[in-house]
């Protein structure tokens, strides 16, 4: 069992694992076994472990904004308290299937945690590159974990990059966002829109995300894409995006009128303790991101460190719920565009991507 601690100092509960996922993981790591076996029993743990996260009517937001049918999709129920395990199980899966031993990634905090546990109980060697300035408080759980925590210089995305290359050089898998691994992570993200589908039996009018680099937005999209096109749904919904104030290139590219997601300069990133988890300078798959606000008609806003904290504060207030300030943005922008522009009695969901 691991304490986790997500960002801001916050206490997450403790992982345990039921008999069932550790005789599977122990199944996984058997490689006197086929590799279909172990792939299904890795199969199994995803499915016993990832998703399914909650959804549910916020009343009192309701109440408290004069808007009708918001719901809140929670992916703080996932194992390390965050969107990251649908990804890093996904990445981890790729991974055995194509018989690496080693995966490595860089990463800021959560994503690292995800993959660290998502590696042990695969039976497989997690290198994890972390730049030198970051100071996440989930380090320890990655050690924990039995992963590798590497430093390097520069920012986030220079880490990335030198991350890449060093598993290249080494034969490692590379589990960095971007690149080969986009359709990967956008597929295992695209399984969000299914899950608000199975409970709404259509889509939503309005679908709100916080982004960063923009995996989560684009790959809710392509499932609700998907399902329309299936004739399951009768619309897509309208996506509306939120990011920390001026230092997200999905936001400034979309209100800039752009049809290519833009870098922002390095020198204008500031991390602070609230917006560490949106900001970023290169979005990876930001292009992905902004053609799904662009396509749907969509909406993106900026949000100040202090309104994320005050929604953290309201949420646990009012519904109960503790939320990583962050993972608020969307929810946010959301309720920006209701006060400019009141709308009209629908079903509205807020994607909320870490508990507090």
């Known amino acids: 069992m691991n304490t986790l601690n997500l960002l801001d100092g916050v206490q997450g509960n403790t992982i345990s694992h039921t008999r069932e996922v550790k005789h599977l993981s122990t199944t996984v790591q058997d490689t006197s076994l086929s590799l279909l076996e172990r792939i299904e029993s890795l199969e199994d743990i995803i499915s016993l472990e990832v998703g399914d996260s909650d959804l549910s009517r916020a009343r009192n937001l309701e109440r408290k904004y004069d808007i009708r049918q918001l719901y809140i999709k929670y992916e703080g129920d996932n194992p390390t308290g965050t969107q990251k395990d649908r990804i890093a199980f996904a990445q981890v899966l790729d991974c055995v299937r194509r018989k690496f031993r080693i995966i490595s990634l860089a990463t800021c905090g959560n994503y690292g945690v995800a993959c660290a546990h998502a590696a042990f109980l695969a039976g497989i060697e997690c290198k994890i590159f972390i ?11 990655m050690e924990a ?21 060093l598993a290249k050089e080494n034969k490692w898998y590379d589990a960095n ?17 299914l899950e608000i589908y199975d409970q709404l039996r259509d889509a939503p009018k309005y679908l709100a995300v916080p982004v960063s680099n923009g995996t989560l937005l684009a790959g809710i999209h392509r499932g609700f894409v998907t399902l329309h096109k299936r004739g399951k749904t009768s619309r897509i919904p309208i996506f509306v995006a939120g990011s920390t104030a001026h230092m997200n290139p999905i936001i400034s590219s979309f ?13 204008n990133i500031h991390e602070t303790e609230v917006n560490e988890a949106l900001i ?77």
């Open 145 to 165: 974990f039995g992963a590798q925590v590497i430093r390097l210089e520069g920012t986030y995305e220079d880490v990335v990059t030198q991350s890449t290359q």
């Open 255 to 267: 209100q800039k009128g752009l049809d290519y997601c833009e870098d922002i300069p390095p020198g």
């Open 280 to 356: 970023n300078w290169h979005s990876f798959d930001g292009n992905e991101a902004l053609n799904a606000l662009q396509s749907t008609n969509g909406f993106a806003a900026n949000i100040s460190d202090r309104q994320l904290k005050q929604m953290s504060t309201l949420l646990h207030k009012h519904e109960g719920m503790r939320i990583l300030p962050a993972s608020s943005a969307g929810l946010i922008a959301l309720l920006e565009l209701h006060k400019t522009k009141p709308l009209i009695n629908d079903r509205f969901v807020a994607v909320l991507t870490a508990k507090y």
């Open 131 to 141: 730049p030198v300035s970051y100071h996440s408080k989930r380090i320890g759980e």
């Open 177 to 193: 966002p971007g690149g080969n691994n986009t359709p990967i992570q956008i597929n295992a993200y695209a399984e969000i829109a």
